[in-house]
């Protein structure tokens, strides 16, 4: 269970940083590619608060009715629940993640989706993870609003 808690949580770490650009449905090609920019951020964010077990930093991250689906079938609705499960698993520190981007897809200043490669790790366990994480941008921001992971079996 803990493997799957940081799987989510990862997951939905990466989601968003909160550095504010203008967009609208009728942005320009400029205010697109910002949008874009500022969503490779969000993702980088995403992983480095994961990375670094900055709760706080994830959960800012999270939008209000994000939900998590675990590998296990097990779901967490909205961020209340979401961010007090980050809140526990960040705070043990006997497990490692890793990320490797695989795929990100931004749809102008809309929605975006991010593929990831991970690697769970903790004393005795290791597991294998497709992590794919929705985003939303909302009133300048790139907010996480669905997290699923698939374990894989290697």
């Known amino acids: 269970m803990r493997a799957l808690k940081l799987s989510a949580l990862a997951g939905i ?23 874009a920019r500022q969503f490779d951020r969000a993702v980088h964010a995403y992983v480095d608060t994961t990375d670094r077990r900055d709760a706080r930093g ?6 209000g009715g994000v939900t998590v689906v ?15 499960f980050i809140d526990d698993f960040f705070a043990d520190p006997t ?5 490797q981007t695989l795929r990100t897809y931004p749809v102008g200043c809309n929605t975006a989706f991010a ?29 996480v609003v669905h997290n699923q992971d698939s374990e894989l079996k290697t």
């Open 70 to 84: 675990f590998g296990t079938g097990d779901i967490l609705y909205g961020k209340p629940d979401t961010a007090a």
């Open 115 to 143: 593929l990831f490669d991970s690697t769970y790790t903790e004393p005795n366990v290791r597991k294998h993870f497709l992590i794919g994480v929705s985003w939303t941008w909302e009133h300048g921001h790139w907010l």
């Open 58 to 63: 994830f959960n800012a991250l999270l939008e």
């Open 13 to 35: 770490a990466a989601a968003a940083l909160t550095v504010p650009i203008a967009g609208s449905a009728n942005a320009s090609g400029r205010e697109h590619r910002g949008c």
């Open 95 to 99: 497990w490692t993640q890793s990320f």
